[in-house]
Nanobody, 119 residues
Framework: QVQLVESGGGLVQAGGSLRLSCAAS????????MGWYRQAPGKQRDLVAT???????NYADSVKGRFTISRDNAANTVYLQMNSLRPEDTAVYYC?????????????WGQGTQVTVSS
């Protein structure tokens, strides 16, 4: 059974920092591209950052220079370091794992963790 469990969300003042973690189980973690997405109330789920199996990273323009995604294959965990937080970063943050295998896409999601940034 695949599980992605996010943690580290919470309430923080603008300008503060949080570090999100996503612990994966039930998959061969090193074979999966990992990502963080977020969804604010009434809005669609948007990409925040991704990291490939080769550690290449990609960021949404709105978080470049403030957020850093990283992965620890030995710990089966992906992280999102969020600095200089803004009220517009308030959302539920979701962890995603994706892999192409035998022509099929394996795509898994965590349950989400709430991040609230107060002004």
């Amino acid at each position: 059974q695949v599980q992605l469990v996010e943690s580290g969300g919470g309430l923080v003042q603008a300008g503060g920092s949080l570090r999100l973690s996503c612990a994966a189980s039930g998959i061969v973690f090193s074979f999966f591209g990992m990502g963080w997405y977020r969804q604010a109330p009434g809005k669609q789920r948007d990409l925040v950052a991704t990291i490939t199996t080769g550690d290449s990273t990609n960021y949404a323009d709105s978080v470049k220079g403030r957020f850093t995604i990283s992965r620890d294959n030995a710990a089966n965990t992906v992280y999102l370091q969020m600095n200089s937080l803004r009220p517009e970063d308030t959302a539920v943050y979701y962890c995603n794992a994706v892999r192409l295998r035998s022509g099929r896409t394996l795509d898994y999601w965590g349950q989400g963790t709430q991040v609230t940034v107060s002004s």
